[in-house]
Nanobody
Framework: QVQLVESGGGLVQAGGSLRLSCAAS????????MGWFRQAPGKERELIAA????????YRPDSVKGRFTISRDNAENTVYLQMNSLKPEDTAVYYC??????????????WGQGTQVTVSS
């Protein structure tokens, strides 16, 4: 099972930008999709971006289209989430995940510990 560690979260003003990174360590498996989820207190964990191993297929819901971009560097075993034009409603703990690719939590086998993103108004 791959270990995932997120970084890059923090406090930012509305309209600002953050870039999250997720570094994989230990044994990794080629062919796995990578995804980013977020979860606020009292809310369900929500898939906000996913990318195939090749990078040729991506997923983004309408809530983040035009603002968030997912990318990956397989040689560095790292996936990124570039977040622009941040809004207070983006405040959440952000998690990266690895697995076969799914819109639901159960479809992912490995999870990072999460990184807090707080957007002030």
């Amino acid at each position: 099972q791959v270990q995932l560690v997120e970084s890059g979260g923090g406090l930012v003003q509305a309209g600002g930008s953050l870039r999250l990174s997720c570094a994989a360590s230990g044994r990794t498996f080629s062919g796995y999709a990578m995804g980013w989820f977020r979860q606020a207190p009292g809310k369900e964990r929500e898939l906000i971006a996913a990318i195939s191993w090749s990078g040729g297929s991506t997923y983004r819901p309408d809530s983040v289209k035009g603002r968030f971009t997912i990318s990956r560097d397989n040689a560095e075993n790292t996936v990124y989430l570039q977040m622009n034009s941040l809004k207070p409603e983006d405040t959440a703990v952000y998690y990266c995940a690895a697995g076969r690719g799914s819109t639901i939590v159960a479809g992912w086998g490995s999870w990072g510990q999460g990184t807090q993103v707080t957007v002030s108004s």
